[in-house]
């Protein structure tokens, strides 16, 4: 049983369009991660989220850590293709410990 | 300059074989990862090193030893390889554990035939 669940699994949109790819859980985490891995690569860090209710943007993606701190969202507005690949949420669920890892949302942009 | 080198990039053997993969970081940081991805990209720790001490070791069969000859190597040791040991094997570092950044290598693509 996975601790995070990531949905949707897969996304296939045009390139200007907007997507959300939500992480959620019914344990309550000290921090979350998001990770973006392209074919080839190992993951790479976006941003650490670690107060609820916490936003926080990156250019043109939007982080958002849920009040209870169960859950996450990441909204990428108008996606381009450069942002395909496979993005991971991660949680900590006491400081200083392990990372538990998310399914990931394989995100395709179609040009 | 890579930050977190692994080697080899890919492997490939056949079952009962013991093979190691060696990882390596010039960040100076004091903790080392090993996580499994499996085919549909799950991506779960297995072990972690803190200044070559054993902090977390997950249920990992024992025939998966890692070793850590000094903070900036991690390399891991398979024994009697299985089917299922499959899978892209991904070295990563971090200057504290948790929610510090890790930074990831490139990953060990294993293929047991």
């Known amino acids: 049983t996975q601790l995070l669940k990531q949905s949707p699994q897969f996304l296939s949109i045009q390139e200007g369009e907007n997507l959300t790819v939500y992480c959620n859980s019914s344990s309550v985490f000290s921090s979350l991660q998001w990770y973006r891995q392209e074919p080839g690569e190992g993951p790479v860090l976006l941003v650490t989220v670690v107060t609820g209710g916490e936003v926080k943007k990156l250019k043109r993606l939007t982080f958002q850590f849920g009040d209870a701190r169960k859950d996450s969202s990441l909204h990428i507005t108008a996606a381009q293709p450069g942002d395909t690949g496979l993005y991971l949420c991660?949680?900590?669920?006491?400081?200083?410990?392990?990372?538990?890892f998310g399914g990931g949302t394989r995100v395709l942009v179609k040009p | 300059d890579t930050a977190v080198s692994q080697t080899p990039k890919y492997l490939v053997t056949q079952m009962g074989n013991d093979k190691s993969i060696k990882c390596e970081q010039n960040l100076g940081h004091d903790t080392m990862y090993w996580y499994k991805q499996d085919s549909k990209k799950f991506l779960k720790i297995m072990f972690s090193?803190?200044?070559?001490?054993?902090?977390i070791n997950e249920t990992v069969p024992n025939r998966f030893s890692p070793k850590s000859p000094d903070k900036a190597h991690l390399n891991l040791h398979i024994n009697s390889l299985e089917l299922g040991d499959s899978a892209v094997y991904f070295c990563?570092?971090?200057?504290?554990?948790?929610?510090?950044?890790?930074?990831f290598g490139p990953g060990t693509r294993l293929l047991v035939l």
């Open positions: 090193y803190n200044n070559k001490e054993l902090i």
């Open positions: 991660a949680g900590e669920m006491t400081a200083g410990n392990k990372l538990t």
């Open positions: 990563a570092s971090s200057q504290l554990t948790g929610t510090e950044t890790q930074y």
